[in-house]
DNA sequence: AGAATCATGTAAGGGGTTACATGATTCG
DNA sequence: CGAATCATGTAACCCCTTACATGATTCT
């Protein structure tokens, strides 16, 4: 009943988006999910698994739940949002994400459910985000410089980082252009 | 006893770099293990763990285990590979990953261990990631040019993807670079 | 008639993290 | 005298994965 939502990940705020424009039900839920063109690509998971996280968000008060029978069909659960749910999907959806492993899972599923909220929020989530990844980079060539001689291994990694967010933030960019393409910047 | 080692990350494979050039006792392989400039960069783990993981070891066939008693102190656990672990370390350590989402863990841990190895071990290693990797890149281009004009996210995501392992590409011409400095390549 | 769809879950088990247990010795 | 070092683990707990359970209806 305690038991604390996963800070680091924050998987289980993602399905909050799937309930921000009504009510829905589980299985209608996991139809959605399983698209291969959609989430899936970076977040996929079984059934059962789906059905344990809504219970879990409904333990922790960010959902709601209430049984809709039907004809000749297993009743639905159907699923909405409360006030703290919704506060805190939209409070998900504009944080950037504080590590680099978790850039892929993380900040993609953010950008999914963004682009459905419109360019203001995406611009939101990318600006945020390419600000924690400059940061990171700062970081990163500092430890660079400031790392001993000797330290190569530790050389090494740093750069590998340092690889990566370089390649985020450039990703980062196309995604913003391919947003506002009309818009001239910087 | 016979649960299966994780074929996946095969984390477990990596301590046996820590006994290629001897027997050592858990203590002893804890105080390398957690040096901030060596294999601490990119694989913490707890105390416990690293008993629990010798241990599993020792249940596949792995590792030996002797007590080597001391005055004074407590005896001693004594690791050493058995020739399964030579043949397995062996094997570990030129074999590539699968996939980009090991290559933080376990790439750098395959190329902290095959520095020791020497030169040869390390060109081995990249060579054979570098291959992989173009082939990543490959199949992920097609993706992308594959992918339907709707399907926008679908895109975005090989994009993100083909970004990275374009770095981990850079990333690895680099370090070659830094053990072969001299030979002219290509 | 058999398979897939609709719609929920429970149960078992694996792997990992965190906390705690032990008990002597040496260092400050 | 208290703290850190040496040296090993066990126990509880959490999260996730996998497999299985159910049972009517509609499609092939």
Redesign the interface.
């Known amino acids: 009943m305690d038991s604390p939502l996963s800070e680091e990940l924050s998987s289980e705020h993602a399905l909050l988006g799937f309930l921000a424009y009504g009510p829905r039900h589980g299985y209608d839920i996991y139809q959605e999910l399983s698209d291969p063109?959609?989430l899936w690509?970076?977040w996929r998971m079984k059934q059962s698994r789906l059905y344990a996280m809504l219970a879990r968000l409904e333990d922790h008060g960010l959902l709601t739940s209430s049984m809709e029978p039907q004809e000749g069909r297993p009743p639905r659960k159907m699923y909405a949002l409360t006030a703290a749910g919704r506060a805190a999907y939209r409070a998900w959806i504009k944080t950037p994400v504080e590590h680099g492993?978790q850039f892929?899972l993380c900040l993609?599923t953010r950008?999914?459910f963004a682009?459905r909220e419109g360019p203001q929020a995406v611009e939101e989530l990318i600006g945020g985000q390419r600000a924690a990844c400059r940061e990171w980079l700062c970081d990163l060539e500092e430890s660079i410089d400031t790392?001993?001689e000797g330290?190569?291994?530790?050389r090494?990694?740093f750069?590998?980082r340092s690889?990566?967010v370089?390649?985020?933030l450039?990703?980062l960019d196309?995604?913003e252009d391919?947003f506002a393409p009309a818009e001239v910047r910087r």
Chains 1, 2 share one sequence.
Request: hydrophobic share 45%.
């Open positions: 063109d959609g690509m970076v492993r892929r993609l950008l999914f682009r790392a001993a330290a190569s291994f530790k090494l990694v750069r590998y690889g990566q370089e390649a985020m450039d990703w196309s995604c391919e």
